[in-house]
C-alpha cells in the first residue's frame, strides 16, 4: 500500500511541477538563492564571503549565469536556513 500511495503521490507532483514549469511560475534556483538570502537580510557580499565565493560567482548564480555544485547549494541551504528547489 505504501508503495502505491508513493508513487500516486510522486505521480502528482511531476504533474504538478511539469504544469508549474510550462506556466513559468516556479522561481529559477538563482531566484530562490536571491530571495532566501533577501529574507534573512543578508547583504550578497556577506552571503558570498560565508560561502567561499566571491561576489561576482554569487551575482552569476543568482542571475542563472552559472549553476553551483550540490556541495555549493547544500551549504547554501545551510546557510539560509532553507531548502532550495531543484527542477
Given at each position: 500500500?505504501?508503495?502505491?500511495?508513493?508513487?500516486?503521490?510522486?505521480d502528482e507532483i511531476k504533474d504538478f511541477?511539469?504544469?508549474?514549469?510550462?506556466?513559468?511560475?516556479?522561481?529559477?534556483?538563482?531566484?530562490?538563492?536571491?530571495?532566501?538570502?533577501?529574507?534573512?537580510?543578508?547583504?550578497?557580499?556577506?552571503?558570498?564571503?560565508?560561502?567561499?565565493?566571491?561576489?561576482?560567482?554569487?551575482?552569476?548564480?543568482?542571475?542563472?549565469?552559472?549553476?553551483?555544485?550540490?556541495?555549493?547549494?547544500?551549504?547554501?541551504?545551510?546557510?539560509?536556513?532553507?531548502?532550495?528547489?531543484l527542477y
Amino acid at each position: 500500500f505504501s508503495i502505491l500511495v508513493a508513487i500516486k503521490y510522486s505521480d502528482e507532483i511531476k504533474d504538478f511541477a511539469t504544469n508549474r514549469l510550462k506556466d513559468n511560475t516556479l522561481p529559477s534556483l538563482g531566484e530562490q538563492i536571491r530571495k532566501s538570502r533577501k529574507t534573512k537580510n543578508i547583504s550578497p557580499e556577506t552571503f558570498a564571503s560565508s560561502i567561499g565565493l566571491s561576489l561576482s560567482q554569487l551575482k552569476n548564480i543568482e542571475n542563472d549565469k552559472a549553476t553551483p555544485t550540490r556541495d555549493l547549494i547544500t551549504e547554501m541551504e545551510e546557510k539560509l536556513e532553507t531548502e532550495l528547489v531543484l527542477y
